[in-house]
């Protein structure tokens, strides 16, 4: 009788590692695993580049999925209007008026200006927490083996391009497997065998199999719709003779500059456009299905975004697309159009299936939230606010503002307060340049300047401006020029 009973008692707990889909849930010495995370990154992808917020020229039916089946945020915004400080944001916590890169400087011969060793990343707030951290992708935050090289900044294991300009092309020479570098023999000269963005999925992939008993975070910044428009044929195919007119665009071809940083020239860059976007989606719902079928999905977060919005490079056409929705400008602006992104975030069982958010948020709240759901000291110098209760139906704080520099292009200065933006222009020449001011409740296009009518608003917004622009020596590389 006494076997029987154990006999029960050990199907009864084996049973109960398994919930109703069959499928194990995270149970280590008495306490359930803390949650995976897998945070996906499109390059240059516009808020109306996906189906689920307008496209109609194409369709994204797994990064719809993971809405409809999680949550659409509608107020989300990038770090920045360009890569580097966009994903410097995203990755200490801080805007671009207190975070180390803001800009977009060049190292020879390969990488941007690096992170400092002093900067706490979020990689590394989970690396000390026990997760295993990979990043697969674009980095942009510090060349190869230098204090900003992700593996000094908390990644396990990096697959990739580390530079920025090489990320223009998807058949590059080489890519980086953490400190060591792979040439991709079948992109050697003129060849285009291997397309950049299938080689680094295959690695996401590996990881996710081989941490699949582990507590992991998989940063996967692609490079996809980025300029140049490239895709293998079988994507290509789909769209031929659908998106016409499909005008050719001439690139680089050869010389100094092809395979390295140039934009290479397309015959159909709608066709490639739509291409890209569409293989993305493939990727997502490629991951979504490796962490279900490694039964791991009830305990793993998937975020999606984009680290600004669409670009104008290399034959790309945003205005054909819709790309920016009804928002004003494109990526180097600081107008909605150039910060507003989509965001979806996917956690079964935590977050409540196909609801949409209006919560203002930006990049800078990734870290907080991320240090909420680890049951993490959040840092005490950030500027970012956990959305978590947000994602579990609960009360969520909301932010008194945000702030935005982009100090190119003569500097550009952006505050949202509420439903009010407010938008510096030439701030590098005129620290006190007049103040642009929209009502988005009314005027989402931002169309209708209305600071004249709103002085009060305006003054606001100035000491917004005063106050968040912190400048030293030590951040003048901002100033340099952009290398995309």
């Not at 917020?53 to 659409?72: E, H, V, Y």
């Not at 009804?326 to 979806?344: A, N, Q, S, T």
Request: charged letters at 25%; glycine letters at 10%.
């Amino acid at each position: 009788m006494k076997k029987l009973i154990n006999t029960i008692i050990v199907v009864v707990f084996s049973l109960s590692l398994f919930n109703c889909n069959g499928k194990k849930q995270t149970i280590e010495n008495g306490q359930t695993r803390k949650p995976n995370i897998i945070y996906i990154l499109a390059d240059d992808l516009g808020y109306g580049d996906l189906s689920v917020t307008g496209q109609k020229k194409f369709s994204t039916p797994n990064i719809d999925k993971l809405a409809k089946d999680g949550m659409l945020f509608t107020q989300h915004y990038s770090g920045s209007t360009v890569c580097a400080p966009s994903r410097s944001s995203l990755m200490t916590g801080m805007h671009t008026g207190h975070t180390f890169v803001r800009g977009n400087r060049e190292v020879e011969p390969e990488g941007q200006y690096p992170m400092a060793s002093s900067v706490v990343t979020v990689a590394e707030l989970l690396k000390s927490e026990g997760y295993i951290t990979g990043a697969f992708g674009k980095w942009g935050l510090g060349y190869p083996s230098s204090e900003g090289d992700p593996n000094n900044q908390g990644f396990d294991e990096f697959y990739g391009y580390n530079c920025q300009r090489m990320g223009h092309n998807y058949y590059p020479y080489h890519l980086w497997h953490n400190q060591t570098k792979e040439i991709l023999k079948g992109n050697v000269g003129t060849k285009t065998e291997t397309y950049a963005p299938d080689i680094i999925h295959e690695k996401s992939m590996a990881f996710l199999e081989k941490n699949k008993d582990t507590t992991f975070f998989m940063y996967y910044p692609s490079i996809i719709p980025h300029a140049e428009l490239a895709a293998p044929e079988k994507y290509m195919a789909k769209f031929r003779g659908k998106l016409l007119p499909d005008n050719e665009y001439k690139g680089e071809d050869d010389g100094e500059e092809y395979k390295n940083g140039g934009y290479g020239s397309q015959k159909e860059p709608h066709t490639a456009f739509a291409a890209m976007v569409s293989l993305l989606d493939q990727q997502v719902g490629e991951i979504r299905k490796k962490v279900e079928e490694l039964g791991i999905a009830d305990n793993t977060i998937i975020i999606f975004t984009s680290d600004n919005g669409p670009h104008q490079e290399g034959g790309a056409d945003p205005n054909y697309f819709n790309s920016n929705s009804d928002l004003r400008g494109y990526k180097r602006d600081l107008y909605e159009g150039g910060i507003r992104v989509p965001m979806i975030t996917y956690w079964p069982r935590k977050i409540k299936p196909n609801t949409t958010s209006n919560h203002i948020s930006a990049f800078w709240d990734f870290l907080p939230t991320v240090c909420e759901i680890a049951q993490l000291k959040t840092p005490g110098n950030i500027d970012g606010i956990s959305y978590l209760p947000e994602l579990l139906g609960e009360k969520q704080k909301s932010h008194d503002y945000l702030y935005w520099e982009f100090l190119e292009q003569g500097g550009k200065q952006a505050v949202r307060f509420g439903d009010w933006k407010g938008i510096r222009l030439d701030m590098n020449n005129n620290a006190k340049a007049s103040i642009e001011l929209y009502n988005l409740a009314s005027d989402i296009g931002e169309e209708h300047n209305v600071a004249e009518e709103n002085s009060e608003i305006v003054k606001k917004i100035d000491s917004i401006i005063s106050k968040e622009h912190t400048y030293s020596k030590e951040y003048s590389f901002a100033y340099e020029k952009d290398s995309e």
